[in-house]
């Protein structure tokens, strides 16, 4: 059974800080890893997708990275901002059912 | 802009009524999924559709009734709920590549259910 975990639970830093937010999963047998953000009440936006044949993408100042076979992801932020305040969520798809296993999340918080 | 739009985007109800979420997609996406989240918990996949057709049901109760009309339209039927099913429920769609469901997934802003 996939299992998706994200270290830290929670990380706060100060504005204009580099930061990395890692996941982890336990089968690597994935079609593909997404990287989300939610808002407090509010739905998930898309922020990368990578597919299990690429090692990383990039958008703006977020780089995520996949190593497939240690099971691990890492999402990059340049240069943090107030605005970035958030839960980032991984997730995965893969295995016999296909279906998008999330991780537990980062607590985001960048203090002005 | 999020372009999974889903209605209404709150929804307060006694445990005897019946309602329905509603959530659309105009991408043209064949995939459709339910997912459930509860305060400060990762979404859990209750129910995919791929082309119109019930592909996933991850064994919710039967008060929770899925509906796919045609491919830009998910319904969500409720009844008879428990106040434990309150919750933020949310809709997403993603290109159906043949079955293997890889795309990028795409989530509505979510429905907040409240059950007294």
């Known amino acids: 059974k996939q299992e998706v975990t994200q270290i830290p639970a929670a990380l706060s830093v100060p504005e204009g800080e580099n930061l990395v937010l890692n996941c982890s999963f336990t089968?690597?047998?994935?079609?593909?890893l997404q990287w989300f953000r939610q808002d407090p009440g509010k739905g998930l936006t898309s922020l990368l997708l990578?597919?299990?044949?690429?090692r990383e993408q990039t958008s703006g100042r977020l780089n995520a990275s996949l190593d497939k076979s240690s099971g691990r992801s890492t999402l990059y932020i340049a240069a943090s901002q107030p605005g970035d305040s958030a839960t980032y969520l991984c997730?995965?798809?893969?295995?016999?059912?296909?279906?998008?296993?999330f991780g537990t999340g980062t607590l985001l918080a960048v203090q002005p | 802009d999020t372009e999974v739009t889903q209605t209404p985007k709150h929804l307060v109800m006694g445990m005897t009524n019946k309602k329905s979420l509603k959530c659309e997609q105009h991408?043209?996406?064949?995939?459709m999924y339910w997912y459930k989240q509860k305060a400060k918990k990762p979404p859990e996949l209750m129910f995919v559709?791929?082309?119109?057709?019930?592909?996933i049901n991850e064994s919710v109760p039967s008060r929770f009734s899925p509906e796919c009309p045609n491919s830009s339209l998910l319904n969500l039927h409720l009844h008879a709920l428990q106040p434990e099913d309150s919750a933020l429920y949310l809709c997403?769609?993603?290109?159906?590549?043949?079955?293997?469901?890889?795309?990028?997934?795409?989530f509505g802003e979510g429905s907040r259910l409240t059950v007294l």
């Open positions: 990578i597919q299990s044949s690429q």
């Open positions: 997403a769609s993603s290109q159906d590549n043949g079955g293997l469901n890889t795309g990028e997934l795409f």
């Open positions: 559709y791929s082309y119109e057709k019930l592909s």
């Open positions: 991408m043209g996406h064949r995939a």
């Open positions: 997730a995965v798809t893969g295995g016999a059912t296909n279906k998008l296993i």
């Open positions: 089968d690597s047998a994935i079609y593909n």
